[in-house]
Protein backbone atom coordinates (compact mmCIF):
# COMPACT_ATOMS: atom_id res chain seq x y z
CA UNK A 1 0.00 0.00 0.00
CA UNK A 2 3.16 2.55 0.70
CA UNK A 3 4.00 2.27 -3.29
CA UNK A 4 0.48 1.13 -4.70
CA UNK A 5 -2.90 1.22 -4.93
CA UNK A 6 -5.27 -1.59 -5.78
CA UNK A 7 -8.01 -0.48 -8.37
CA UNK A 8 -11.49 -1.82 -6.56
CA UNK A 9 -14.02 -3.69 -8.46
CA UNK A 10 -17.32 -4.74 -8.44
CA UNK A 11 -17.17 -7.03 -5.64
CA UNK A 12 -20.27 -9.18 -7.21
CA UNK A 13 -18.50 -8.59 -10.93
CA UNK A 14 -14.62 -9.61 -9.87
CA UNK A 15 -13.74 -12.70 -10.68
CA UNK A 16 -11.13 -13.00 -13.71
CA UNK A 17 -10.19 -16.91 -14.24
CA UNK A 18 -10.76 -18.83 -16.22
CA UNK A 19 -12.31 -16.94 -18.94
CA UNK A 20 -15.30 -18.93 -19.17
CA UNK A 21 -17.23 -18.60 -15.80
CA UNK A 22 -14.46 -17.43 -13.51
CA UNK A 23 -14.37 -18.58 -10.07
CA UNK A 24 -11.03 -16.67 -9.62
CA UNK A 25 -9.64 -13.09 -8.50
CA UNK A 26 -6.53 -13.19 -9.72
CA UNK A 27 -5.95 -10.12 -12.27
CA UNK A 28 -5.97 -6.28 -10.21
CA UNK A 29 -4.76 -2.85 -11.32
CA UNK A 30 -1.67 -1.15 -9.01
CA UNK A 31 -1.20 2.51 -9.62
CA UNK A 32 1.48 4.22 -7.60
CA UNK A 33 2.55 6.32 -6.02
CA UNK A 34 -0.79 6.65 -4.36
CA UNK A 35 -0.10 10.47 -3.28
CA UNK A 36 -0.04 11.17 -7.70
CA UNK A 37 -3.24 8.92 -8.62
CA UNK A 38 -6.39 8.92 -7.88
CA UNK A 39 -8.61 5.62 -8.98
CA UNK A 40 -12.12 6.00 -10.40
CA UNK A 41 -12.96 1.76 -9.93
CA UNK A 42 -11.92 -0.77 -12.75
CA UNK A 43 -14.07 -3.87 -14.13
CA UNK A 44 -13.62 -6.60 -15.43
CA UNK A 45 -14.54 -7.46 -19.03
CA UNK A 46 -16.79 -9.55 -20.49
CA UNK A 47 -14.32 -11.24 -22.98
CA UNK A 48 -13.73 -15.25 -23.14
CA UNK A 49 -11.58 -15.60 -26.30
CA UNK A 50 -8.44 -13.55 -26.28
CA UNK A 51 -7.10 -14.93 -23.57
CA UNK A 52 -7.49 -17.59 -20.32
CA UNK A 53 -7.89 -14.46 -18.25
CA UNK A 54 -10.74 -11.94 -18.61
CA UNK A 55 -9.04 -8.38 -18.96
CA UNK A 56 -9.22 -5.69 -16.41
CA UNK A 57 -9.99 -1.97 -17.25
CA UNK A 58 -9.56 1.13 -14.61
CA UNK A 59 -10.50 4.81 -14.64
CA UNK A 60 -7.37 6.62 -13.34
CA UNK A 61 -6.48 10.21 -12.72
CA UNK A 62 -3.15 11.76 -12.43
CA UNK A 63 -2.85 14.23 -9.89
CA UNK A 64 -0.42 17.18 -9.96
CA UNK A 65 2.75 16.83 -7.74
CA UNK A 66 2.61 17.30 -3.77
CA UNK A 67 3.89 20.88 -4.20
CA UNK A 68 1.33 21.87 -7.05
CA UNK A 69 -1.62 20.38 -5.40
CA UNK A 70 -2.23 23.96 -3.74
CA UNK A 71 -2.81 27.10 -6.40
CA UNK A 72 -0.38 29.73 -6.79
CA UNK A 73 -2.00 33.28 -6.14
CA UNK A 74 -0.38 36.68 -7.52
CA UNK A 75 -1.36 39.62 -6.72
CA UNK A 76 -2.43 41.07 -10.38
CA UNK A 77 -4.66 44.21 -8.33
CA UNK A 78 -1.58 46.53 -9.59
Request: aromatic share 6%.
Amino acid sequence: RAIGTITQKPQDAAMTFPAVDPDKEIDFIVVGPPDRWHTDGARVVDERVASDHRPVTAWLTLLPPPDQHQPKHTDRSR
